[in-house]
């Protein structure tokens, strides 16, 4: 998963960090974060993309792995 930022623009991982340090002060307060507040973050992210594409895509990396 690590690996996987490096592959993100400025951005997306601009967007990941504010998010990470919201929940983080959250947690801080003890209260606790509500699953609508996470509505739509980073849907900047999948703006032209093809969801579709990107599935099949997904997909076809699974297939090329082997379950030991």
Do not use: F, H
Not at 3 to 28: C, G, M, P, V
Request: hydrophobic share 40%; glycine share 4%; proline share 1%.
């Amino acid at each position: 998963m690590i690996s996987d930022l490096a592959l993100l623009t400025e951005t997306e991982r601009d967007i990941i960090l504010n998010a990470l340090s919201k929940l983080k002060d959250q947690a801080k307060s003890k209260n606790p974060v509500r699953i609508t507040e996470l509505a739509g973050l980073g849907k900047e992210m999948w703006r032209g993309i093809d969801v579709d594409q990107y599935l099949k895509d997904l997909r076809s990396e699974w297939d090329d792995r082997k379950i030991r």
